[in-house]
């Protein structure tokens, strides 16, 4: 089947400005993730949805960032005046809900502000 | 600050030698623990999951849980030039299932 989708690919925008990345997740699954990943590092946990709701969005760096997800499948994370040190690449992932929390990720999205 | 520490490589063996990664964690309470395969420029794969103590076998992969020691290891047998590529511990942290913390991995090459 479908793996996670995530969109755009790739993301160029100037400091200060508005953006928004897409992710739709694995039929089915009910939990779905986002972390972001620098060069050398590895993915940095940022919030995580059971459902419509945001049950845990500890690793959200600082109030310009957001994320949604109004009907229990697609999500978009928000990230409003951008800076050159949001430069990474945003990655999606989901699960099922459950003890076994095996998380599948998608293609990222790599955003570079400038 | 729940740490998940590998050593970053990388790596070097021969083509059809046994690879084996590390991985140690700070959270005592973890739970879940996994393996993910990065190719450079792509995006983290599944590769194993292990939830208890011991092994857990998967094809060429074995993975090794010991909770008491708070280490986690991935044995990659027969290994293959395609093995080539980071690969990252990822544990669960906080009390949590859901939430993972990810070492920055170790980079593995496997020479023809």
């Known amino acids: 089947g479908a793996g996670v989708s995530q969109t755009p690919s790739n993301k160029v925008t100037e400091k200060g400005k508005y953006v928004e990345l897409r992710c739709d997740p694995i039929?089915?699954?009910?939990?779905l993730y986002w972390y972001r990943q620098s060069l050398g590092q590895g993915p940095e946990f940022l919030i995580y949805?059971?459902?419509?709701?945001?049950?845990?969005d500890s690793g959200l760096p600082n109030d310009r960032f957001f994320a949604v997800r109004p009907e229990g499948s697609v999500s978009t994370l928000k990230i409003q005046r951008t800076e050159r040190g949001d430069s990474a690449v945003y990655l999606c992932?989901?699960?099922?809900?459950?003890?076994?929390?095996?998380?599948?990720f998608g293609p990222g999205t790599r955003l570079t502000v400038l | 600050q729940k740490e998940v520490e590998q050593n970053s490589g990388p790596l070097s063996v021969p083509e059809g030698a046994i690879a084996s990664l590390n991985c140690t964690y700070s959270?005592?309470?973890?739970?879940?623990f996994f393996w993910y395969r990065q190719y450079s420029g792509k995006s983290p794969e599944l590769i194993m999951s292990i939830y208890s103590n011991g092994d857990k076998e998967d094809g060429r992969f074995t993975a090794q849980l010991n909770k008491a020691s708070q280490y986690v290891s991935l044995l990659i047998r027969d290994s293959q030039p395609s093995d080539s590529a980071t690969y990252l511990c990822?544990?669960?942290?906080?009390?949590?299932?859901?939430?993972?913390?990810f070492g920055k991995g170790t980079l593995l090459t496997v020479n023809p």
């Open positions: 990822a544990v669960s942290s906080g009390g949590s299932n859901y939430k993972l913390t």
């Open positions: 992932a989901s699960s099922f809900a459950g003890a076994n929390n095996e998380q599948f």
């Open positions: 949805f059971q459902g419509t709701g945001a049950a845990d």
């Open positions: 959270d005592r309470v973890s739970q879940s």
């Open positions: 039929s089915g699954h009910t939990a």
